[in-house]
């Protein structure tokens, strides 16, 4: 990419800089179709990871607002 930018200015003058922001822009979207389209285990086991630790988290959340009513209500028979 450094090489490409450098050719393009070296043979547009300051054109070039327009022409290698253009051509690192298409690289980019290239990129970013490509990741959207091609995906490999490792993305999915990240997505799997992602989502399971979401539950877990939402699981403990919930368990922890049950274990605080629990104790609200011992707190309240006690007095």
Same mark, same amino acid.
């Given at each position: 990419? #450094?090489?490409? &930018? #450098?050719? =393009?200015?070296? =043979?547009?003058?300051? @054109?070039?800089?327009? $022409? =290698?922001?253009?051509?690192? !822009?298409? $690289?980019?979207?290239? /990129?970013?179709? $490509?990741?959207?389209? @091609? /995906? &490999? ?7 799997? *990871? ?7 988290? /939402?699981? #403990? %959340? +919930? *368990?922890?607002? %049950?274990? +605080?009513?629990?104790? /609200?209500? !011992?707190?309240?028979? +006690?007095?």
């Amino acid at each position: 990419m #450094v090489i490409g &930018t #450098v050719l =393009a200015i070296w =043979a547009f003058g300051w @054109w070039g800089i327009g $022409l =290698a922001c253009l051509g690192l !822009g298409a $690289l980019y979207l290239i /990129r970013s179709l $490509l990741e959207k389209v @091609w /995906r &490999t285990q490792e993305d999915v086991a990240k997505e799997n *990871y992602k989502s399971a630790m979401e539950l877990y988290y /939402r699981k #403990v %959340h +919930d *368990y922890d607002a %049950h274990m +605080d009513e629990i104790e /609200r209500k !011992g707190k309240s028979n +006690d007095s």
